[in-house]
């Protein structure tokens, strides 16, 4: 990217000296931790209702007791990481733990849940985000996969630019829809109380009959709201000192926020006979029912639009994150776990913008198929971070870890619980996929490191014997004779006596009008031309160069090939790339150093 | 492309001196340069009579005229590139001869606008043979796309694999598809005789004004009947010897079967009273009167069909020649100028199936709108091949110079009316788009000879001093210490007494590391340790070099850039690209050797 396009998108590059300013409040820091939890309410319920309608009238009147269990769901599970982030201030996501109390494949297990949850997330909230624009605004529907990855690339731009001006950016759209919130359920409330709400629901046919799998099932589906605790814990460092304090009260507001606008949206919806369908949200109907089609109606509409995109935010703070400490653990690339020069882990807000604005393309912003997939990996991740913690209690027997232990065992029994729910009941629906993909990425994980591992053996210096160069010799390939090649020569006899030139005869006029006029340029150059029956020059090259191997003397040679830069850039495409393809094929021979000496043209 | 899979598509290579046997005899070759013109047999009489039919009945009659008048036009045509034939014998199309006698500018028009028409025949070609596969088998059509794309690679291959094998490949289905016309026309003759045809034409309603312009229209229709002619005189050097001898033999041959074959279909459809339609063929509805919808029908809907897709063959046998004429002159990158290593040109072949297949990717193989376009180009080759023929006699004024400039005034005036017609017939139909792109080529071939000939200039010997290298300097970066840093820095210090080590300081720890082990293995060469305030390399280690850049001595400098190169291609992902970027910023920095030493890992 040119440097001045990058610096009006970014900002200045800021010094590693910076790094302890761009630390969070606790005000900014619950704005951007949780944008992924409270977008969430938008469509918990709605997930809850449209698998309990298939059960008719009857079903419907179940919500509110899965409300209260997802409810406390988020308690337990927000207690648990309460516990981690103390534990492990410098901090303690799903992998980091599993990791360090239950040894690697655990770990990787819950980093790759975790990696793909992060990437589903932003793709889901993405698409649910412009689906809420497009039904407000029919005209767009056809642009809808243009105006996700564009969204992608705006949050991506503003998590490029760095931490603290991304909780500037999104912390008033996520109060915003706080108090939208408590808008809906106080006017909600007024309006039961004084009686204003239809009293008898209305009639609903039966599709499925009313069993227990069914409320298991709708309880998977308002699962989706707890996906995005996990980033409290990963990103504690984020936070202003006392880190694990600022964490762990963050985490506590989240839960509290999440646990009572589930409960609030669910209990209305119940109490107002809200019936799901595919053209209206819940949280509209609602919203409709309470407040009229005015102007409070359109602002709440807007509110979710908004936090419904912002909520990929989550994922943009939390999946670099992820991704550089499974880095520094050389289980991926170690570019991920580069500081960028504005203090964030640009590689992988780079790729997870990618990655995901290609399940976007794939599924043609249309994602509600890739919702069943995403409360697996999350409490998968859970339920190993939650053993590891026991585990780790139990290790240490601190004062009181008993209780501790208690507390997190009880987290890993709850949610260990809901994975199999969720397995069980959305295996069908898409939850296999799961199976598929997490071991493939634990598996290439583990070649990653397997590779950095052998690295370092590799190319360790206890028992290396410097190459010798002897009389290194040096070939010079030369198409004609001009100012580049003979710049060329001068450079070749400067770094070695023994230089050969090779020309490729293509042309026989050609050829020997250039052994004609070589004395008088490159007298001490012996130039050795070689036959070319097909016409090609890479050929016989590559053969003159295997010939030469068995009779050089040094472990090293080297070939020059000149090169003339052009001018412009198009001018490029008016040459053979030779040179090109001649040190690609190089690449691959041991002991041969390939240098271009370029010559450049003025226009 | 890995060699084996080369060769098994494309043959073993073919030495220069295979070249003369090469040649084609006079039975191959007319299959071969004619498909292009045979094929639009089969759409030629429908383009006059789909415009024909908006006058009604009334103006139906008129398809005879026309037919007349487009036999007599390829007369006019072969006879003036017989002449041409003779004059050039080493192959004459329009752009040679008018840019012989015309001058460069008239050249280089005729030139793009052979170039065009050839990348048109191949899209409309493929497209029309395409769409009468999936008119038989209309379960294909979705598939029409890639079918398109496939043929076109089909040809491709065939004739990077050389011409004469493509002339035994093309020969059979080209005779069969005039066997099948001739059946067709006498067929339809003896049931004309024997009284079996419609005697009553039926009745079409008028939707234009019977207008001259109507009827002008209509033969700009049928001229699209003349596209290829120019492909025998661009190619005279395949024939074997006599060449031009042969080559006008095989194109007086071309002629007399395209004038009949026209003249044929025409009169048919006059007198079986055929009026044209969207959903079938003239061709079509015509064997089905005649013979019944049996095995006949099939066959020669099979053999139309066949025909269309093997026209495109004719222009990849004409446009790789015209480009390496052109390349030849640099007006084109000089790649197309190279035989392959099957003596074929094969950049040429590449680049015209590349855009072919992009221009039927973008119109979805809908290639009905590109049909106008493609006559207007061709006739303007021909006229200023004819003006420039006159010339060519007005200027040799050998033994009976006058018929023969007569025979091509008349051929310059009789196309240069029918350019007139056409553009000013189907101008709104797209002929406009050839007053933009055919401009825009030629801009493009002069500049890209302007930067040869400037190329030459710069690259002179003549008064060049070779540049001095000095205690030229040598910079190795190192990014730590292990085997690939000291077989650099060994490298280094055999090519020059000057060696300076940078490191750029990105973890203090690892670099006082490396300053402590730094003497036991390179104590002779200084290591400079640079600051980075944000954490990058690539900048630091370029201000280094600018700064340095001032000091030095002598005109070069070189950068030494360890690099190790891992075993397996996956593996380059996991290490950072840092030194490609380095050597791509210092490409654009003059008197900068850049020298990546490769260290090979095993595993």
Known sequence: MPTALKRL??????????????????????????????????????????????????????SPHIAVAIALLAVTVASSYWQTIYAYPSGGGAYIVANDNLGTFPGLVAGSALLVDYILTVAVSTASGVAAITSAFPALYPQRVAICVAAVLIVMTANLRGIRETGRIFALPTY???????LLMLGGLYRLVTGAAPLEPP????????????????????????????????????????????????LIWMAAVLATSVLGVTYLAHYYHIVPGTEETVVSMLTRQIFGR????????????????????????????????????????????????????????????????????????????????????????????????????????????????????????????VVVVIATTKFT???????????????????????????????????????????????????????????????ARAISPNV????????????????????????????????????????????????MEKQRDGDYMTIILPEFVPAKWWQHLLHNQTALFIKTALLFRRGKVAISIPYHLDQ
């Open 429 to 491: 629906h898409g939850a296999w996929i799961v199976v598929i993909v997490i071991p493939c990425l634990v598996w290439t994980f583990l070649q990653i490191r397997k590779h950095y591992d052998s690295l370092r053996g590799q190319l360790t210096l206890k028992g290396f014997l410097p190459p010798k160069l002897g009389r290194h010799p040096v070939v010079v390939l030369v198409g004609g004779l001009h100012r580049g090649v003979v710049t060329a020569l001068t450079y």
């Open 203 to 250: 009639p609903v046919p039966i599709q499925e009959p009313l069993t227990l799998f069914l409320i298991l099932r709708a309880f998977s589906g308002g699962c989706a709201a707890l996906t995005g605790t996990e980033a409290v814990a990963n990103g504690v460092q984020y936070f202003r000192p006392p880190e694990s304090r600022n964490a762990g009260i963050t």
């Open 9 to 62: 998108l970014l900002g200045s590059p800021m010094s590693t000296a910076m790094a302890r300013q761009e630390r969070l409040a606790k005000i900014p820091a619950l704005a951007i931790f949780a944008s992924d939890l409270m977008s969430s309410v938008a469509y918990a319920t709605e997930e809850i209702l449209l698998v309990l309608v298939l059960g008719g009238t009857i079903a419907l009147q179940y």
């Open 176 to 182: 915003w829809f706080i108090l939208c919130l408590w």
């Open 294 to 417: 005015g102007g409070i109606y359109y602002m709440i509409q807007a509110a979710t639009a908004v936090i419904l995109l912002l909520a990929v935010n989550t994922s943009f703070a939390g999946f670099p994150m992820l991704a550089s400490i499974m880095a520094k653990d050389r289980f991926l690339p170690r570019q991920f776990a580069n500081l960028g020069d504005r203090l964030v882990f640009s590689n992988g807000i780079l790729i997870l913008a990618a990655i995901s604005s290609v399940l976007l393309v794939i599924f043609r912003g249309n994602t509600h198929a890739l919702i069943p997939l995403y409360a697996i990996g999350v409490f998968t991740a859970f339920t190993l971070s939650q053993i590891g913690m026991v585990r780790h209690w139990w290790k240490e027997q601190g004062r009181g870890w008993q209780p501790r232990a208690a507390i997190n065992a009880l987290g890993a029994v709850v949610t260990g619980i």
């Open 500 to 547: 050969t030139a090779i020309a490729v005869d293509l042309d026989p006029t050609e050829t020997s009008r250039m052994q004609q006029q070589w004395p008088e340029w490159a007298p001490d150059v012996p130039l050795v031309v070689l036959e070319s029956p097909y016409r090609g020059v890479i050929q016989p090259v590559l053969q003159y160069i295997d010939k």
